[in-house]
Protein backbone atom coordinates (compact mmCIF):
# COMPACT_ATOMS: atom_id res chain seq x y z
CA UNK A 1 0.00 0.00 0.00
CA UNK A 2 1.31 3.44 -1.01
CA UNK A 3 2.56 6.12 2.01
CA UNK A 4 -0.04 8.21 0.83
CA UNK A 5 -3.30 5.31 0.94
CA UNK A 6 -1.87 4.20 4.45
CA UNK A 7 -2.26 8.17 5.47
CA UNK A 8 -5.76 8.42 3.99
CA UNK A 9 -6.35 5.20 5.85
CA UNK A 10 -4.93 6.49 9.13
CA UNK A 11 -6.58 9.74 8.75
CA UNK A 12 -10.08 7.65 7.97
CA UNK A 13 -9.68 5.92 11.41
CA UNK A 14 -8.25 9.04 13.14
CA UNK A 15 -11.23 10.60 12.42
CA UNK A 16 -13.93 7.40 13.33
CA UNK A 17 -11.68 7.44 16.63
CA UNK A 18 -12.79 11.20 17.46
CA UNK A 19 -16.35 10.61 16.27
CA UNK A 20 -16.71 7.55 18.73
CA UNK A 21 -14.99 9.76 21.84
CA UNK A 22 -16.94 12.83 21.02
CA UNK A 23 -20.08 10.20 21.52
CA UNK A 24 -18.61 8.31 24.68
CA UNK A 25 -18.40 5.07 23.16
CA UNK A 26 -14.50 4.71 22.73
CA UNK A 27 -11.51 5.49 25.00
CA UNK A 28 -11.70 9.13 26.63
CA UNK A 29 -9.96 11.88 24.82
CA UNK A 30 -7.30 11.69 27.32
CA UNK A 31 -6.69 7.48 27.17
CA UNK A 32 -6.60 8.36 23.77
CA UNK A 33 -3.85 11.06 24.18
CA UNK A 34 -1.90 8.74 26.54
CA UNK A 35 -1.54 5.96 24.15
CA UNK A 36 -1.29 7.82 20.71
CA UNK A 37 1.91 9.42 23.25
CA UNK A 38 3.31 5.87 24.41
CA UNK A 39 3.04 4.24 21.20
CA UNK A 40 4.75 7.21 19.27
CA UNK A 41 8.00 6.97 21.47
CA UNK A 42 7.62 2.76 20.68
CA UNK A 43 7.59 3.58 17.12
CA UNK A 44 10.44 6.07 17.16
CA UNK A 45 12.19 3.68 19.40
CA UNK A 46 11.91 1.25 16.31
CA UNK A 47 12.52 3.25 13.62
CA UNK A 48 15.70 4.80 15.16
CA UNK A 49 17.07 1.32 16.10
CA UNK A 50 17.46 0.82 12.31
CA UNK A 51 18.28 4.41 10.96
CA UNK A 52 22.23 3.03 10.03
CA UNK A 53 20.73 0.85 6.88
CA UNK A 54 19.33 4.17 5.60
CA UNK A 55 17.80 4.18 2.42
CA UNK A 56 19.76 0.92 1.93
CA UNK A 57 16.63 -1.10 2.24
CA UNK A 58 12.99 0.88 2.30
CA UNK A 59 11.11 0.29 5.15
CA UNK A 60 7.84 -1.41 3.19
CA UNK A 61 10.60 -4.08 2.18
CA UNK A 62 11.92 -4.54 5.72
CA UNK A 63 8.64 -4.71 7.10
CA UNK A 64 7.72 -7.63 4.47
CA UNK A 65 10.92 -9.10 5.04
CA UNK A 66 10.17 -9.20 8.56
CA UNK A 67 6.62 -10.77 8.00
CA UNK A 68 7.95 -13.74 5.28
CA UNK A 69 11.33 -14.37 7.85
CA UNK A 70 9.07 -14.73 10.93
CA UNK A 71 6.49 -17.20 9.04
CA UNK A 72 9.33 -19.37 7.23
CA UNK A 73 7.37 -18.64 3.94
CA UNK A 74 4.53 -17.48 2.79
CA UNK A 75 2.67 -17.31 -1.08
CA UNK A 76 2.05 -13.86 -2.75
CA UNK A 77 -1.50 -13.01 -1.79
CA UNK A 78 -0.87 -14.05 2.30
CA UNK A 79 1.62 -11.19 2.18
CA UNK A 80 0.15 -8.74 0.31
CA UNK A 81 -2.83 -9.24 3.00
CA UNK A 82 -0.38 -9.20 5.79
CA UNK A 83 0.93 -6.04 4.41
CA UNK A 84 -2.86 -4.36 3.60
CA UNK A 85 -1.47 -4.44 -0.23
CA UNK A 86 -2.89 -5.40 -4.04
CA UNK A 87 -1.06 -8.47 -4.83
CA UNK A 88 0.18 -6.91 -7.82
CA UNK A 89 2.10 -4.17 -5.65
CA UNK A 90 3.35 -6.80 -3.54
CA UNK A 91 4.60 -8.87 -6.40
CA UNK A 92 6.65 -5.79 -7.56
CA UNK A 93 8.08 -5.42 -3.81
CA UNK A 94 9.14 -8.94 -4.02
CA UNK A 95 10.84 -8.51 -7.15
CA UNK A 96 12.82 -5.54 -5.76
CA UNK A 97 13.49 -7.46 -3.18
CA UNK A 98 14.83 -10.54 -4.85
CA UNK A 99 17.22 -8.32 -7.11
CA UNK A 100 18.39 -7.13 -3.39
CA UNK A 101 19.18 -10.88 -2.75
CA UNK A 102 16.61 -10.68 0.21
CA UNK A 103 13.70 -13.12 -0.68
CA UNK A 104 13.98 -15.89 -3.47
CA UNK A 105 10.39 -17.55 -4.91
CA UNK A 106 9.66 -20.85 -5.62
CA UNK A 107 6.91 -23.73 -5.78
CA UNK A 108 5.96 -24.97 -2.66
CA UNK A 109 5.51 -28.83 -2.06
CA UNK A 110 1.79 -28.64 -1.52
CA UNK A 111 1.02 -27.20 -4.85
CA UNK A 112 3.56 -27.00 -7.29
CA UNK A 113 1.24 -24.60 -9.24
CA UNK A 114 1.66 -22.07 -6.28
CA UNK A 115 4.68 -19.95 -5.51
CA UNK A 116 6.19 -19.43 -1.95
CA UNK A 117 8.61 -16.34 -1.16
CA UNK A 118 11.15 -17.04 1.26
CA UNK A 119 13.96 -15.61 3.01
CA UNK A 120 17.57 -15.84 1.45
CA UNK A 121 20.48 -16.34 4.05
CA UNK A 122 21.24 -12.98 3.32
CA UNK A 123 17.74 -11.83 4.43
CA UNK A 124 17.52 -13.77 7.77
CA UNK A 125 20.47 -12.21 8.42
CA UNK A 126 19.13 -8.59 8.17
CA UNK A 127 16.02 -9.81 9.82
CA UNK A 128 17.49 -11.14 12.78
CA UNK A 129 20.09 -7.82 12.59
CA UNK A 130 16.67 -5.73 12.88
CA UNK A 131 15.00 -7.68 15.26
CA UNK A 132 18.35 -7.57 17.41
CA UNK A 133 18.55 -3.36 16.81
CA UNK A 134 14.68 -3.04 18.19
CA UNK A 135 15.50 -4.88 21.06
CA UNK A 136 18.39 -3.32 22.18
CA UNK A 137 17.26 0.20 22.05
CA UNK A 138 13.22 -1.18 23.44
CA UNK A 139 15.25 -2.54 26.17
CA UNK A 140 16.86 0.87 26.93
CA UNK A 141 13.41 2.51 26.65
CA UNK A 142 12.05 -0.13 28.78
CA UNK A 143 14.96 0.59 31.38
CA UNK A 144 13.00 3.60 31.76
CA UNK A 145 10.10 2.16 32.84
CA UNK A 146 8.67 1.24 36.43
CA UNK A 147 8.76 -2.72 36.85
CA UNK A 148 4.79 -2.15 37.39
CA UNK A 149 4.91 -0.02 34.19
CA UNK A 150 6.95 -2.65 32.09
CA UNK A 151 4.63 -5.21 33.52
CA UNK A 152 1.39 -3.08 32.29
CA UNK A 153 2.37 -2.46 29.25
CA UNK A 154 3.30 -6.09 28.25
CA UNK A 155 -0.09 -6.89 29.42
CA UNK A 156 -1.55 -4.77 27.14
CA UNK A 157 0.56 -5.22 24.18
CA UNK A 158 -0.67 -8.77 24.77
CA UNK A 159 -3.97 -7.93 24.46
CA UNK A 160 -3.29 -5.89 21.26
CA UNK A 161 -1.61 -8.48 19.75
CA UNK A 162 -4.12 -11.25 20.28
CA UNK A 163 -6.90 -8.75 18.95
CA UNK A 164 -4.82 -8.16 16.04
CA UNK A 165 -4.33 -12.03 15.30
CA UNK A 166 -0.53 -11.65 16.03
CA UNK A 167 1.21 -14.06 18.79
CA UNK A 168 4.10 -13.63 20.33
CA UNK A 169 6.75 -16.12 19.77
CA UNK A 170 8.64 -17.45 22.78
CA UNK A 171 9.11 -15.60 26.03
CA UNK A 172 7.97 -12.09 26.91
CA UNK A 173 10.76 -9.34 25.79
CA UNK A 174 12.01 -6.95 28.66
Partial sequence: ??????????????????????????????????VESGMTALLEAC?????TIGSAVPPVQ????L??????????????????ASASATSRLCDRMQAAGLVTRGRTAASR???AVLTTESGRRLADWVRAQRRD??????EGMSPDGREALAHGLDELAADSGQTSSGPPQA
Avoid: C, F, Y
Fill in 1 to 34: MALGTRLVHRDRRSQLMAHDIAWGSGPSQLDMTR
Fill in 113 to 115: REI
Fill in 137 to 142: VLGRVL
Fill in 67 to 84: IIDKSGSLNLNRLAAALG
Fill in 62 to 65: LRAL
Fill in 47 to 51: ERAVE
